[in-house]
């Protein structure tokens, strides 16, 4: 394959991994408080159609940003609210969720099927970084939110292992019990923690309306990408660098079918190019789904255990 084309793939996967990054970083924070949410999917679709609204109704971006991001935090705070006050079952709300979030954002978006967005964002190349032979043009070229989703990762890998507030996060998702006791609000943290994770998932899905695709097509515009996240938390260990490159990995798998036809390579059918992300989250799935394994990686010990004051 042509090195141009290898290097245009892997900007490629770095855009494509972006929103992947902020969902992911967002679910491990809410599962490091021992909420699991499922609902990532249907918070990022409501995100993506309320950036798209809102951008094209105020000719900016950033508007449409701030927008999708604050939808997926509203969502979230329903998954609070049925999750750590009502003490739901965590899996049944966080697919009621997805049902509701997808749902909704296909009415809202109705009016606007198939309609391109502008503007959109744009790229930022960055001097002098952006000349460096090969890894320039794959990391420097691209536009402020990918530069943001490694703020976004870099503060929250110190948040939860620097600060008193994220060793507090931590406790609370392996044993609520003892950080109850030590005078934590357990509640708080895990209302904090899921709705700054919705924050976040609605920031994927609008970055994936306002950058990654061209017009609103209904589920089609996320395309499943909020599982690959959910997956993508546990292929990380709960860890923001791994999800950082985790997220590349799978936005690389997204890519390559583009970049395969691209270079002419018509040896493996482009169906099967368009199912290798999904087969990947698959494989991740099955291969971590025992709990030997899960232990072994990190996951919290309270994680989907609702918690009662009362019985402790």
């Given at each position: ?84 006050t009502m003490r ?18 296909t009415f809202l ?92 998932a609605g920031a ?109």
């Open positions: 394959m042509n090195d141009a084309v290898w290097v245009l793939t892997l900007a490629a996967a770095v855009s494509a991994g972006t929103p992947l990054v902020f969902a992911a970083v967002g679910e491990i924070l809410a599962e490091k408080s021992g909420v699991l949410n499922l609902g990532v999917e249907g918070m990022m679709l409501l995100g993506a159609v309320t950036a798209f609204l809102a951008a094209a109704a105020s000719g900016s971006p950033l508007v449409g940003l701030l927008a999708g991001t604050l939808a997926g935090g509203g969502l979230a705070v329903v998954h609070a609210f049925l999750s750590v739901a079952n965590q899996i049944v709300s966080g697919l009621a969720l997805v049902i509701f979030g997808t749902g909704l954002a978006g109705n009016p606007i099927e198939g309609d391109p967005l502008k503007p959109g964002i744009v790229d930022l190349r960055i001097p002098i970084l952006a000349d460096i032979p090969v890894v320039g043009r794959i990391l420097f070229d691209q536009d402020p939110l990918v530069y943001a989703s490694w703020l976004v990762v870099a503060l929250a890998a110190f948040y939860m292992t620097r600060t008193r507030t994220g060793l507090a996060l931590r406790a609370c998702g392996e044993s609520p019990e003892t950080a109850d006791a030590m005078g934590l609000s357990v509640a708080r943290l895990r209302y904090v923690h899921v709705i700054v994770g919705g924050l976040l994927g899905g609008a970055y994936q309306i306002l950058a990654r695709v061209p017009s609103w097509s209904g589920a089609g515009t996320t395309a499943g990408i909020g599982w690959i996240a959910l997956a993508l938390v546990v292929f990380a260990a709960w860890r923001p660098w791994r999800a950082l490159l985790g997220a590349y990995l799978f936005g690389a798998a997204l890519a390559a079918n583009f970049a395969l036809q691209a270079a002419g390579v018509d040896a493996i059918p482009a169906e099967f190019l368009s199912m290798l992300p999904y087969l990947l989250t698959i494989l991740v799935l099955v291969i971590l789904s025992a709990s030997s394994a899960r232990k072994r990686l990190g996951a919290p010990a309270a994680l989907g255990v609702p918690y009662a004051r009362e019985e402790r």
